[in-house]
């Protein structure tokens, strides 16, 4: 237990709520996972209530998408466009992977959920978006903001499928991998971009 205290308190609070559910998990068993005696009170020391600490964990993820994401700019200007698709797949399955555990707590969430994980989802999706159809209308100029928003959906959409289908219905339609899917998804996203 070397990490300080509100940081376990966050790490196991996202643990638990990617597993089993915000509204399922209690205080007590965060205190516990994060070796506190359970029912002690002592994740009311740095956090004001449940919700707070599911804010304080979101705003975590948040910061280190947003670090991630300036990480993707070194990326553009590899030798050619197939290629900086080809990095662009392939660390956006990474990605989600990494937050797997914000992306369960969305899912068991989608009633009732807080309004700051609403607003996070929105701006993290929105961003991706935007950021893909801005790398097309860079490598397309004349390229129409709205074929540059089409593809990038399409685009997107395809890995974001791939992805979630195993994690949340523990399914892999046809048995895809990785390798093959990036490879197809390139061609057909570059082939759409080379037609404009």
């Avoid at 915000?22 to 009170?41: C, D, N």
């Avoid at 209530?49 to 948040?62: D, H, M, N, T, Y």
């Avoid at 950021?131 to 089409?150: C, D, F, T």
């Avoid at 399914?171 to 971009?193: C, K, Q, S, T, Y």
């Amino acid at each position: 237990m070397t990490a300080p205290t509100r940081d376990r308190l966050i790490h196991e609070a996202m643990r638990l709520f990617g597993t089993q559910g915000y509204r399922a998990t209690s205080v007590a068993q965060i205190e516990q996972a994060a070796g506190l005696t359970p029912g002690s009170g002592g994740l009311y020391h740095h956090f004001r209530s449940k919700e707070s600490l599911l804010e304080a964990g979101i705003e975590r993820q948040v910061d280190r998408l947003r670090a991630l994401g300036d990480i993707r700019r070194i990326f553009e200007g590899l030798v050619d466009m197939r290629s900086e698709l080809t990095v662009l797949a392939r660390y956006t399955l990474q990605v989600i992977d990494e937050e797997a555990m914000l992306l369960r707590i969305v899912s068991s969430e989608l009633r009732d959920r807080p309004r700051r994980l609403a607003d996070t989802l929105a701006e993290l999706l929105d961003a991706s978006y935007r950021g893909m159809a801005n790398w097309i209308q860079r490598r397309v100029p004349h390229a129409s903001r709205a074929e540059a928003e089409a593809i990038a959906t399409a685009g997107l959409d395809a890995l974001f499928a791939h992805r979630m289908f195993p994690l949340f219905l523990d399914v892999r339609p046809l048995g895809i991998g990785d390798e093959p899917l990036v490879d197809e998804w390139v061609n057909m996203v570059a082939g759409r971009i080379e037609q404009l």
